[in-house]
């Protein structure tokens, strides 16, 4: 039979390494780092153990892919258009927050997170590298977003526009993830999610904002 050239090869190999990070992020959660070998995550993609290898030279580079693909992953849901911004910048900047309380608090999100409360003291270049890939660059995000509220003339003053998107994040994202990594149920519902960020929003841009961008974010609400 003669081979199709390059395409359907490349779909193929796209799926699979799908399905192995896919594999490899669900045992990790359920299972730990420690606890998961390559061995566990072959038999379960069902694929050969030397197939992994020749995508990831080890474990660790493995679980790292799967942290990369899973900030990457939050980028791509929660970054708001380059229009949005641009219209409403201070509109971006909450729904973009709403977007990733969702992805925070997510089941496979908090089942990671366990393994790092459980395991990072003992694998602290993987908890390094979850920081520079996943939580950095939604720093970023916010920060920016926060920069182009400021340059719409939205604040109040002068803010350290780096602390301040670290402090949002704490209230609206940072908070709930704790609750429900260490089992409470505050958020389980949409409209328990809502209601958090519409109250936690409105605490929070009272302090920031000036007094006409306070009107417009209370007609967002």
């Not at 209230?171 to 704790?178: D, T, V």
């Given at each position: 039979?003669?081979?199709?050239?390059?395409?359907?090869?490349?779909?193929?190999?796209?799926?699979?390494?799908?399905?192995?990070?896919?594999?490899?992020?669900q045992l990790f959660a359920e299972q730990g780092y420690a606890a998961t070998s390559m061995e566990q995550i072959a038999a379960s993609a069902q694929v050969g153990k030397q197939t992994i290898y020749r995508r990831h030279a080890s474990k660790e580079a493995l679980f790292m892919t799967?942290?990369?693909?899973?900030?990457?992953?939050?980028?791509?849901a929660a970054a708001p258009a380059a229009a949005t911004v641009s219209a409403d910048p201070l509109l971006a900047l909450r729904q973009t927050m709403r977007?990733?309380?969702?992805?925070?608090?997510?089941?496979?999100?908090?089942?990671?997170?366990r393994t790092f409360v459980a395991e990072g003291w003992r694998f602290p270049d993987l908890v390094e590298h979850a920081g520079v890939?996943?939580?950095d660059p939604l720093e970023r995000l916010t920060h920016d977003?926060?920069?182009?509220?400021?340059?719409?003339?939205?604040?109040?003053?002068?803010?350290?526009l780096?602390?301040?998107?670290?402090?949002?994040?704490?209230?609206?994202?940072?908070?709930?993830?704790?609750h429900v990594l260490f089992g409470r149920n505050a958020f389980a519902t949409k409209a328990a999610r809502d209601h958090?960020?519409?109250?936690?929003?409105?605490?929070?841009?009272?302090?920031?904002?000036?007094?006409t961008a306070a009107t417009r974010q209370d007609v967002h609400a």
């Open positions: 039979m003669r081979r199709h050239a390059g395409r359907p090869d490349t779909k193929m190999s796209e799926e699979l390494d799908r399905l192995i990070l896919q594999t490899a992020s799967v942290m990369t693909d899973l900030g990457q992953s939050f980028l791509s977007r990733l309380l969702d992805l925070v608090l997510s089941p496979p999100t908090i089942a990671l997170s890939h996943i939580f977003l926060l920069v182009a509220v400021e340059a719409a003339g939205l604040l109040n003053g002068a803010y350290d780096v602390e301040t998107s670290r402090a949002l994040s704490a209230l609206l994202l940072g908070g709930p993830h704790q958090y960020l519409d109250q936690s929003w409105a605490m929070f841009m009272t302090g920031i904002l000036s007094r």
